[in-house]
């Protein structure tokens, strides 16, 4: 019956919205008694715990990724539960909000005229959430963030990549049009350079 207090004590930290505390003391029924037909609840609850936490997007998103660390391993543990369905959805709206936090972060750089720093962000839009709406948007403004400091031959690559991976995205044409703007800047400097070193 200890294992069955625990996880009660657990629980009634959860209803009341201890959330900190209420993961504690699951993550102490999960240690002490692990072999507890409980301990799947109380994994599954620990997740719970830290998504009830997860704040909006413009705050520190450390209990986002512990989110989707307590869930990822509930499912390593648990692949056959009712309850993977639940966890893989929170685990989506995570990453969700983990992608648009990077992609915020670099459309504030981007607007700042910090074009460095905004591609980092970006980058790691397109790199770690690849699978979310938030890496064509990204993709598109690391093209731009080329333009606006006018490094054409970039800006033509990444345009061409956004139109490649994107094609039907509903910014395709507008990274057309970006496309042949960067294109004829890039051949203008070109001319201004033969007629230079025509000189």
């Avoid at 990077?102 to 970006?122: F, P, Q, T, V, W």
């Avoid at 990204?138 to 490649?164: C, G, H, T």
């Amino acid at each position: 019956m200890v294992d069955s207090a625990q996880f009660l004590l657990a629980d009634c930290h959860f209803q009341m919205k201890q959330y900190i505390v209420a993961a504690a003391e699951y993550e102490q029924l999960i240690v002490q008694f692990p072999q507890s037909s409980l301990v799947e609840q109380a994994e599954y609850q620990r997740g719970e715990c830290y998504f009830e936490l997860s704040p909006r997007t413009s705050l520190d998103q450390t209990y986002t990724a512990q989110t989707i660390e307590a869930f990822q391993e509930f499912i390593e543990m648990y692949p056959n539960s009712d309850l993977v369905p639940d966890a893989m959805d929170k685990i989506l709206e995570c990453r969700l909000k983990l992608a648009q936090k990077d992609y915020e972060s670099g459309r504030l750089y981007h607007n700042m005229g910090e074009y460095s720093a905004a591609r980092i962000y970006y980058d790691s839009v397109m790199e770690n959430f690849y699978d979310t709406p938030f890496a064509a948007k990204a993709q598109y403004y690391k093209s731009v963030a080329f333009m606006d400091s006018r490094n054409w031959q970039e800006a033509i690559s990444e345009f061409s990549i956004f139109l490649e991976r994107y094609s039907d995205h509903e910014w395709s044409d507008r990274a057309l049009r970006k496309l042949n703007e960067a294109r004829e800047h890039y051949q203008e400097e070109l001319e201004d350079a033969r007629a230079l070193s025509g000189n």
